[in-house]
């Protein structure tokens, strides 16, 4: 069974911190990648960050770049997110994504992805 299991979505002050966490099954962590795509009310879905969890390739889309950090604990078959001086504007429901490329970050596809967490809302403040 493919599970994507989310946590760490909260409500914050402009500027401030939080850490996302995606854990998966074994299967579905090992040689995939994984990583988030968030989407705001009223905008398309949209690649955040990814990484190879084989490789430790990274992406990461340019309005976070500098801000959010992707990293992985093998050991736990986790992914997190790491976001710094986060803005209003990165307010959104974030999904954690599996899939065995990551192209569909880079191509900006959401609907080339294998598989998805239940999403965690992530609300910043001014």
């Known amino acids: 069974e493919v599970r994507l299991v989310e946590s760490g979505g909260d409500s914050v002050q402009a500027e401030g911190s939080l850490r996302l966490s995606c854990a998966a099954s074994v299967m579905t962590y090992s040689n995939n990648c994984m990583g988030w795509f968030r989407q705001a009310p009223g905008k398309e879905r949209e690649g955040v960050a990814a990484?190879?969890?084989?490789?430790?390739?990274?992406y990461y889309a340019d309005s976070v770049k500098g801000r959010f950090t992707i990293s992985q604990d093998n050991a736990k078959n986790t992914v997190y997110l790491q976001m710094n001086n986060l803005k209003p504007e990165d307010t959104a429901m974030y999904y954690c994504?599996?899939?065995?490329?990551?192209?569909?970050?880079?191509?900006?596809?959401?609907?080339?992805?294998?598989?998805w967490g239940q999403g965690t809302q992530v609300t910043v403040s001014s």
């Open positions: 990484i190879y969890t084989a490789g430790g390739s990274t």
């Open positions: 994504a599996a899939d065995s490329e990551l192209g569909p970050w880079v191509l900006g596809r959401p609907l080339d992805i294998g598989y």
